[in-house]
């Protein structure tokens, strides 16, 4: 892995993990759903007009539309829909430390659900990854986190876990920006039904909101994403999801510096376990280059 592969990777973690800390602004001066619809909208014809401009098509095939309709709702509507509302009453860290566990349930799902073999290194990654995300949960509920909060994470980081695993495999036929960009109108489109079902309260613009949600939209909205499939194409998804186990660490740190959010020493040695479980899971895919 050369040294330009390992600074996407740094910032690919960085970008992603700081969408909680952005969205945690943005959920707390104005509805959640409406403003996640709208950056999703607007993400996404973005993305739209970048792959049109590289020559990408929309005409997909078959299983191309399977997976942007599938990850557009769960991915886009479900899992970060439920994460916005949760976020107006859990704190950012938190809330980026269970959406880290992704990686830990696919591969738990895969191991129960589809009898994939795991090898001794990752099960014991997974187990102690797993023990981690338990200890951080005991000690912010034990905290006053809020219960209800706490569950709409739980259904959205399972949703994400599912689309996940549902979609896995399947090839993009080279119109990767084209069918990012058609997953995130998918989302903005689910989400706006529930929009009109809940209405838009009334809130005041702001700069520190305006600040936020030009960040979350071309930050991690485009720029994070657009790096992934990069890096992707240059060291292959396996080794480029190694760097998710940076997740909760800087989702962590990043909140703490910028929203001033408390981290306690459980919640240190929590994130430590959660980090060295996710990097031994991810690890334990490589497959070791044959000697020449």
């Keep these: 892995?050369?040294?330009?592969?390992?600074?996407?990777?740094?910032?690919?973690?960085?970008?992603?993990?700081?969408?909680?800390?952005?969205?945690?602004?943005?959920?707390?001066?104005?509805?959640?759903?409406?403003?996640?619809?709208?950056?999703?909208?607007l993400s996404g014809l973005l993305a739209v007009i970048i792959a049109r401009a590289l020559g990408?098509?929309?005409?997909?095939?078959?299983?191309?539309?399977?997976?942007?309709?599938?990850?557009?709702?769960?991915?886009?509507?479900?899992?970060?829909?439920?994460?916005?509302?949760?976020?107006?009453?859990?704190?950012?860290?938190?809330?980026?430390?269970?959406?880290s566990s992704m990686p830990l349930l696919v591969a738990l799902a895969g191991w129960l659900g589809k009898g994939e073999r795991l090898r001794p290194q990752a099960v014991a990654g997974l187990l102690a990854g797993l023990s981690g995300v338990v200890l951080i949960m005991g000690t912010r509920v034990s905290g006053g986190a809020d219960l209800f909060g706490l569950g709409l994470c739980l259904v959205g980081v399972l949703a994400l876990t599912a689309a996940t695993l549902s979609v896995r495999g399947a090839?993009?036929?080279?119109?990767?920006?084209?069918?990012?960009?058609?997953q995130m109108l998918v989302g903005s489109a689910g989400l706006m039904v529930a929009v009109a079902f809940t209405g838009i309260a009334p809130f005041t613009i702001t700069p520190s909101l305006l600040a936020a949600f030009a960040y979350t939209l071309l930050v991690p909205g485009l720029a994070a994403t657009l790096i992934w499939f990069v890096l992707v194409n240059r060291i292959g998804p396996t080794r480029a999801a190694t760097f998710h186990f940076l997740n909760p660490v800087f989702g962590v740190a990043i909140a703490f510096m910028i929203l001033g959010?408390?981290?306690?020493?459980?919640?240190?040695?929590?994130?430590?376990?959660?980090?060295?479980?996710?990097?031994?899971v991810q690890l334990s895919k490589t497959v070791p280059s044959p000697p020449s």
């Design 261 to 280: 959010e408390q981290v306690h020493l459980l919640d240190v040695v929590g994130v430590v376990i959660v980090t060295l479980g996710i990097l031994a």
């Design 171 to 182: 090839s993009s036929g080279g119109n990767v920006v084209m069918i990012v960009g058609l």
């Design 56 to 99: 990408q098509s929309w005409h997909l095939t078959r299983a191309q539309w399977r997976a942007t309709i599938v990850f557009g709702i769960c991915q886009n509507a479900l899992y970060l829909g439920l994460f916005f509302v949760a976020m107006q009453t859990l704190e950012a860290s938190f809330a980026a430390i269970i959406a």
């Design 1 to 41: 892995m050369d040294y330009k592969a390992v600074a996407m990777g740094l910032a690919f973690a960085f970008m992603w993990s700081s969408a909680f800390t952005s969205a945690r602004v943005i959920v707390a001066q104005a509805p959640a759903l409406p403003a996640l619809a709208l950056r999703f909208f």
